[in-house]
């Protein structure tokens, strides 16, 4: 079965960079997007940035643009979010996705929590 398993988030003070990692199995995974979310408390989950199944095309939100960047390596079925710059408004769950075959499949999420 598809299996998305987050990794890397923590406490980091603002200005400070955090690299999370999801880690895919269950599916072939270079044959698709892959997809970055966030959850901040009280909010409605966003798209933070997206990347095409060979890598060749990535979007971000405004909000995360020149600051996170998303990447993969197919040869470790893994995605990667690198956020540098972090703000506290950064602060949120950090959920990766993958729209495979018309369902959406989650992650359970890393919390990343952005503070002095």
């Known amino acids: 079965q598809v299996q998305l398993v987050e990794a890397g988030g923590g406490l980091v003070q603002p200005g400070g960079s955090l690299r999370l990692s999801c880690a895919a199995s269950?599916?072939?995974?270079?044959?698709?997007?892959m997809k970055w979310y966030r959850q901040a408390p009280g909010k409605e989950r966003e798209l933070v940035a997206t990347?095409?199944?060979?890598?060749?095309?990535?979007t971000y939100s405004d909000s995360v643009k020149g600051r996170f960047t998303i990447s993969r390596d197919n040869a470790k079925n893994t995605v990667y979010l690198q956020m540098n710059s972090l703000k506290p408004d950064d602060t949120a769950v950090y959920y990766c996705?993958?729209?495979?075959?018309?369902?959406?499949?989650w992650g359970k999420g890393t919390l990343v929590t952005v503070s002095a």
């Open positions: 990347i095409s199944s060979a890598a060749y095309t990535t």
């Open positions: 269950g599916f072939t995974f270079g044959n698709y997007v």
């Open positions: 996705n993958t729209p495979l075959d018309g369902m959406n499949y």
